[in-house]
């Protein structure tokens, strides 16, 4: 019989990986195959400047956690994997994907995002997407610029009558 003690810290574990999926927007499974200490910690510092977390997990554990929300991702599970998630769905993808292009042995595996699994290719789609901040900035451009063309119009307009 397993000792007990062990037993506990296991399910604090699984509990900890449960919660984090659920209180996060996107949940990213990575391989590590090879990538050393210092770009491990310059990954979760780049993570952390996003509101985001990098943890290493036994996979067993992770299976069992995601078994336990039904979600089943259970064939990516194999080999070294580290997980990066944040509350924001874009900004752990993006800082993933960016220093993944300096770093080829990181890869992307699958995600859950929102609570679904979703493939490489959606996460690849997804990083494209500008920042909270990007999409703001753009909004607000686009509400100004009606505004602003009629003023335009009414100034050009004006010039018209004088002449």
Same mark, same amino acid.
């Given at each position: ?14 509990? !900890?990986?449960?919660?984090?999926? #659920? /209180? +996060?927007? =996107? ?5 590590? &195959?090879? *990538? ?5 910690? !310059?990954?979760?510092?780049?993570? #952390? /400047? +996003?509101? =985001? ?5 036994? &996979?067993? *554990? ?102």
């Amino acid at each position: 019989m397993a000792n007990p003690k062990i037993l506990e810290r296991k399910q604090a574990i699984i509990d !900890e990986i449960t919660n984090n999926v #659920k /209180e +996060s927007s =996107s949940f990213i499974f990575l391989d590590n &195959n090879g *990538l050393t200490v210092s770009e491990t910690m !310059e990954l979760r510092r780049k993570l #952390k /400047e +996003s509101g =985001s977390e990098l943890k290493i997990y036994k &996979n067993t *554990l992770v299976a069992r956690a995601l078994k336990d929300l039904n979600i089943d991702v259970e064939s990516e599970l194999n080999g070294p994997k580290v997980v990066a998630f944040g509350k924001d769905i874009i900004e752990p993808i993006k800082a993933v994907t960016e220093f993944s292009k300096d770093h080829d042995k990181l890869v992307m595996k699958i995600g859950i995002v929102d609570g679904k699994v979703t493939e490489v290719d959606e996460l690849k789609k997804l990083a494209t997407i500008p920042s909270r901040d990007g999409l703001l900035t753009m909004f607000a451009s686009g509400l100004l610029a009606i505004p602003r063309d009629f003023a335009i119009c009414l100034d050009l307009h004006s010039k018209n009558l004088e002449s």
